[in-house]
T-cell receptor
Framework: AQSVSQHNHHVILSEAASLELGCNYS??????LFWYVQYPGQHLQLLLK??????LVKGIKGFEAEFIKSKFSFNLRKPSVQWSDTAEYFC????????FGAGTTVTVRA | NAGVTQTPKFQVLKTGQSMTLQCAQD?????MSWYRQDPGMGLRLIHY???????DQGEVPNGYNVSRSTTEDFPLRLLSAAPSQTSVYFC?????????????FGEGSWLTVV
């Protein structure tokens, strides 16, 4: 079964700082990868997804993620965060059932 | 464009009570699932269904029952609520169980068991 691990539990940044959230998955075969965001009090929303092709995936709100197969990683990045990026971020992998990481809480200080 | 609809949004139960969380989707999706979200643990799969009449257990099925009599509906039943079941519950659906299909989530149901 797939397992997903996220490196950071809580990240605190200032506005305009760059963000990188780590994600590793355990499955060695073909896998589909996702990043979801959950704003306070809201449900999960899809930020971006990787199925195949270009390993650099661009998502909504200026986020991007890079799939590195040799490292089993799918790290999320944003060059310059805003206060509105304060949220919880979940990495997920789908080999039949969708498995989630534990989540990273991102707090952006104005 | 209702998508995935969950009810109720908030519920308080006493230990030992039973209840059903409702989930409905209007996208004709085959695959539906229930997750619970707890601090520091991400989302854990409770039960899932790959089509009407077919259900299976996920990672944390104990204390929960599901059924899938129609494509649209996938209710989650708590048989005898326990404080450990205090959580936020999310229903999700996707077009199929195949890899690569985006999963759509409901808005969540906040359950407190006292």
């Amino acid at each position: 079964a797939q397992s997903v691990s996220q490196h950071n539990h809580h990240v605190i940044l200032s506005e305009a700082a760059s963000l990188e959230l780590g994600c590793n998955y355990s499955y060695g075969g073909t896998v589909n990868l996702f990043w979801y965001v959950q704003y306070p009090g809201q449900h999960l929303q899809l930020l971006l997804k990787y199925f195949s092709g270009d390993p650099l995936v661009k998502g909504i709100k200026g986020f991007e993620a890079e799939f590195i197969k040799s490292k089993f990683s799918f790290n999320l990045r944003k060059p310059s965060v805003q206060w509105s990026d304060t949220a919880e971020y979940f990495c997920a992998a789908n080999d039949y059932k969708l498995s989630f990481g534990a989540g990273t809480t991102v707090t952006v200080r104005a | 464009n209702a998508g995935v609809t969950q009810t109720p949004k908030f519920q308080v139960l006493k230990t030992g009570q039973s209840m059903t969380l409702q989930c409905a989707q209007d996208m004709n999706h085959e695959y539906m699932s229930w997750y619970r979200q707890d601090p520091g643990m991400g989302l854990r799969l409770i039960h899932y269904s790959v089509g009407a009449g077919i259900t299976d257990q996920g990672e944390v099925p104990n204390g929960y029952n599901v059924s899938r009599s129609t494509t649209e509906d996938f209710p989650l039943r708590l048989l005898s609520a326990a404080p450990s079941q205090t959580s936020v519950y999310f229903c999700a659906s996707s077009p199929g169980g195949d890899r690569g299909n985006t999963i759509y989530f409901g808005e969540g149901s906040w359950l407190t068991v006292v």
